[in-house]
């Protein structure tokens, strides 16, 4: 079966602007969960969606958001763009949550922040 | 502060001997622990899953045990090939096992010379 879809896979922004990611999971899969990753702090979870609430959130700014729709897709969103928010974000999906199902993730997107 | 730490950036290997990578936590009390793959460009993989009521877990090459008392894991691959070359990621989770919010170890970059 097709595995998590993350588009777009590159993305260069200006300082300011605001960017929306999408994830596609897994057929199935309820769950969809996304992180930061940065050379310097490495993963770091942003939120959790699961049947189109959010379960779980970081320690991220309000200017990171995301919901998920009834089909379980998601979008991630970032407002007021910042340098610092140059980063790889991924998605990983599982087929409940929880209880240590495994978390699939996709290949991401690289934002840039110029 | 709570803290997940892997003990090497960096681990070079001889082909054939066996890797030992190191994954200890501080305030924390994870259900359970799992370790992930990554490869440059790409998602993490997720690889074993380990539960806090586990002391060891196999799974072909690979083998992960479980410390709670410690609060450490183990992760070892033997036989090491130039393929299994990659950053290994432990995470753990910090949801009390409803949820998947898991928290992601540094990672360890694993080279193994042919």
């Known amino acids: 079966k097709a595995g998590v879809t993350q588009t777009p896979r590159y993305l260069i922004k200006t300082r300011g602007q605001q960017v929306t990611l999408s994830c596609s999971p897994i057929s199935g899969h309820r769950s969809v969960s996304w992180y930061q990753q940065t050379p310097g702090q490495g993963l770091q979870f942003l939120f959790e969606y699961f049947s189109e609430t959010q379960r779980n959130k970081g320690n991220f700014p309000g200017r990171f958001s995301g919901r998920q729709f009834s089909n379980s897709r998601s979008e991630m969103n970032v407002s007021t763009l910042e340098l610092g928010d140059s980063a790889l974000y991924l998605c990983?999906?599982?087929?409940?949550?929880?209880?240590?199902?495994?978390?699939?993730f996709g290949q991401g997107t690289r934002l840039t922040v110029v | 502060s709570q803290k997940i730490e892997q003990n090497s950036e960096a681990l070079n290997i001889q082909e054939g001997k066996t890797a030992t990578l190191t994954c200890n936590y501080t305030n924390y009390s994870p259900a359970y622990l799992q370790w992930y793959r990554q490869d440059p460009g790409r998602g993490p993989v997720f690889l074993l899953l380990i539960r806090e009521n586990e002391k060891e877990k196999r799974k072909e090459r690979l083998k992960v045990t479980f410390d709670t008392t410690l609060k450490q894991s183990l992760f070892h691959i033997t036989a090491s090939q130039p393929a299994d070359s990659a950053t290994y990621l432990c995470?753990?989770?910090?949801?009390?096992?409803?949820?998947?919010?898991?928290?992601f170890g540094t990672g360890t970059l694993l080279a193994v010379q042919p």
């Open positions: 990983a999906s599982s087929l409940i949550g929880g209880s240590g199902t495994e978390a699939f």
């Open positions: 995470a753990l989770d910090s949801g009390g096992g409803a949820t998947n919010k898991l928290i």
